[in-house]
């Protein structure tokens, strides 16, 4: 497994954007699917996106239309951009390279980062 290193995460204002970086430890080239998670203050944890190898992504309802993961197989890195941030958005934000599919669902194991916190103020 690869380690995974969350960064990009500060405060920012309702409206604003800012660019999540998931950089791994070793090559994410050969991994299927990788994802972005949020998990809020007593909530459960909740999918954000996901890309595959090959390129294919799929989101949350609360991130369809304004946020956009990609993949830099190159820089080991995966991205999300958040755009017209809400402060229902802020959460600490997980990287995870053990994606199942299962039902045409995603399922998370075991492979986390850290995450990397997100604040938005009204």
């Known amino acids: 497994q690869v380690q995974l290193v969350e960064s990009g995460g500060g405060l920012v204002q309702a409206g604003g954007s800012l660019r999540l970086s998931c950089v791994a430890s070793?090559?994410?080239?050969?991994?299927?699917?990788m994802g972005w998670y949020r998990q809020a203050p007593g909530k459960q944890r909740e999918l954000v996106a996901t890309?595959?190898?090959?390129?294919?992504?799929s989101y949350g309802s609360s991130a369809k239309g304004r946020f956009t993961i990609a993949r830099d197989n190159a820089k080991n890195t995966v991205y999300l951009q958040m755009n017209s941030l809400k402060p229902e958005d802020t959460a600490v934000y997980y990287c995870?390279?053990?994606?199942?599919?299962?039902?045409?669902?995603?399922?998370?194991?075991?492979?986390w980062g850290k995450g990397t916190l997100v604040t938005v103020s009204s």
């Open positions: 070793g090559s994410i080239s050969s991994i299927s699917a």
């Open positions: 995870n390279s053990d994606l199942k599919l299962v039902r045409g669902q995603y399922y998370a194991m075991g492979n």
């Open positions: 890309v595959t190898s090959g390129g294919s992504t």
